[in-house]
């Protein structure tokens, strides 16, 4: 007689369990799903700022001059480069002889305009008998371009200049006086003179 009572108990406790899940189960799948809200702060200013699909990047333009005739009349000596290449890049002095440490360009002797490679701040404007008149310009914290050999200068030490501005006309040195009329270039990257012609055109 027990026996058959704590069966019908433990059946009865199984129904209870049995009913509850189901009753558990549909309140659940009743219950209104709860709308989460975004919070506001960095999420909300970072859904809203809208990035540029193709950034324009400042690049050197094609060259410190603005004719297409201008040529190379001395190269910048590359310590890796060939030796005919390294013989034509040695500036010869009063019996010394210099590795040119930028390019001298000219048309054929005559004057033209030379402009600046980049936006910037001109940091230095010098007259130079031996080098033939001097522009620096900082375009950024590491690169610098250096004009030689330049007269009629239309800029002064502070002015803000944007690339293909004038900034004088070829001239004469006499440190280079074989090269008659030229513009000697330089570029500076982290206060290491490079080859220009390997950096025109291409983003900094």
Same mark, same amino acid.
């Given at each position: 007689m027990i026996k058959v009572f /704590?069966?019908?108990?433990?059946?009865?406790? @199984? +129904?209870?369990?049995?009913?509850?899940?189901?009753?558990t189960l549909v309140?659940?799948? /009743?219950?209104?799903?709860?709308?989460? #809200?975004?919070p506001s702060g960095i999420i909300d200013v970072l859904s809203k700022i809208t990035l540029p699909? &193709? *950034? #324009?990047?400042d690049t050197i333009i094609g060259r410190p001059y603005n004719n297409d005739n201008v +040529?190379?009349? *001395? &190269? @910048? @000596? =590359? @310590?890796?480069?060939d030796e005919e &290449?390294?013989?034509?890049?040695?500036i010869y002095y009063e019996d010394t002889y210099i590795q040119s440490s930028g390019i001298s360009y000219s048309l054929d002797g005559e004057p033209f305009e030379a402009i600046a490679v980049l936006d910037g701040e001109v940091i230095e404007v010098k007259e130079d008998t031996l080098l033939g008149n001097i522009v620096k310009i900082k375009h950024s914290e590491s690169v610098v371009s250096v004009y030689q050999s330049i007269s009629d200068i239309k800029v002064k030490t502070g002015d803000i200049v944007t690339k293909g501005t004038v900034i004088g006309v070829s001239s004469t040195s006499n440190i280079n006086? =074989?090269? /008659? /009329?030229?513009l000697y270039f330089e570029l500076l990257i982290d206060n290491i003179n490079v080859n220009p012609e390997e950096y025109y055109d291409k983003s900094l």
């Open positions: /704590n069966r019908k108990v433990v059946y009865a406790l @199984y +129904a209870i369990a049995i009913l509850l899940l189901i009753g309140l659940i799948s /009743n219950k209104p799903a709860v709308k989460l #809200e975004q699909v &193709n *950034q #324009e990047k +040529a190379i009349v *001395q &190269n @910048y @000596y =590359d @310590y890796q480069g &290449n390294q013989t034509s890049s040695i006086s =074989d090269l /008659n /009329n030229h």
